[in-house]
């Protein structure tokens, strides 16, 4: 099933896998909530993946967020509580225990068609990478968002990836398109006490890897578009508490260095301080700020407590 010839193989003449991308059993996964229609897209391009995963699992809360893909063979959908780091870790619990990698995507990701191969170079290059990013040369999350017709036109008049992999350590993934070495996080789950989106669980997770001594690196090989689809996001407030909460959480927990949680919540805090005057349509920036405030104010007294945003 993975070594079918594609179209991106074709235009790039290259028809052979390094030997992790043939031998390796793969299981995809996409936490989703509200999003069946641009989710099914989404798959959509899984299946012209010039390696593909043995196995796509869709954890959702209800029937309708998997829409039409139940019923699809090689797909299983499970149901569960909602929330970003619930969703994955209730996943990942239904991974067999013979595979190999683990790839978890955002329901908004759109994956250049090589994606998965590119992830398994650069596990092959190296057995101390636990976790592959990729690069995502369009993001509608640091704007109003894209269509899927969008990404999908920004997707088709992307160059194939480059010749030559470039691999750079990084203090952690980005969340909507992550690559794990199986046997690298086994045992290690996501933060749940990060609710609702899970602001920064995706660098908790990599600050993890990082402590067990793996490496986690960012290729340039491996594209995608985010569409960045803002149907739903948590509300302003509750993100903005997450903003200023869940960083000096994870210090406490060392998966965040001191210097790098300062910095990320300074710029949050002055972003939407500047921007709340007159704010984008598509960003509650004042209920952010307002959040902001809330969690600076429990960090003086003394209270780390990232599931407050849930209450907001």
Not at 14 to 36: N, V
Not at 138 to 150: I, K, N, Q, T
Not at 224 to 239: D, P
Not at 296 to 301: C, G, Q, S, T, Y
Request: glycine content about 10%; hydrophobic content about 40%; overall charge neutral.
């Amino acid at each position: 099933m993975k070594s079918n010839v594609c179209p991106w193989e074709i235009l790039s003449g290259e028809t052979s896998e390094p030997s992790l991308a043939k031998e390796a059993k793969i299981c995809l996964i996409f936490p989703t909530r509200g999003r069946a229609a641009v989710l099914e897209r989404v798959v959509a391009l899984v299946d012209l993946q010039t390696v593909k995963p043995d196995l796509i699992i869709v954890s959702c809360v209800t029937d309708e967020d998997a829409g039409d893909l139940a019923n699809r063979p090689g797909i299983l959908v499970i149901k569960g509580p909602p929330g970003s780091s619930v969703q994955r870790n209730h996943a990942l619990s239904y991974v067999p225990a013979d595979f190999d990698v683990v790839i978890i995507l955002d329901d908004d990701f759109l994956m250049h068609g090589r994606w998965t191969a590119e992830a398994l170079k650069a596990f092959d290059s190296d057995p101390a990478i636990a976790c592959v990013t990729g690069t995502v040369f369009a993001d509608g999350a640091r704007g109003p968002g894209y269509s899927v017709e969008e990404g999908l036109a920004i997707l088709e008049k992307t160059s194939d990836p480059p010749q030559s992999m470039n691999v750079v350590s990084t203090g952690g993934p980005y969340g909507c398109n992550m690559a794990f070495r199986a046997s690298s996080i086994a045992g290690l789950r996501f933060d749940e006490r990060l609710v609702l989106y899970g602001w920064q669980e995706d660098r908790d997770f990599g600050g993890q890897i990082w402590n067990l001594g793996y490496r986690v690196v960012r290729i340039n090989t491996a594209l995608g578009v985010h569409l960045g689809v803002k149907a739903g996001r948590v509300s302003g407030r509750k993100l903005g508490y997450s903003q200023v909460i869940n960083p000096l959480y994870l210090v406490r927990k060392k998966t965040m260095p001191l210097r790098d949680a300062v910095d990320h919540i300074l710029r949050n805090v002055a972003s939407n301080v500047v921007r709340s005057i007159s704010p984008e349509p598509w960003i509650d920036r004042r209920g952010r700020l307002g959040g902001n405030l809330i969690g600076l104010w429990d960090f003086v007294r003394g209270r780390l407590t990232p599931e407050r945003a849930a209450k907001l």
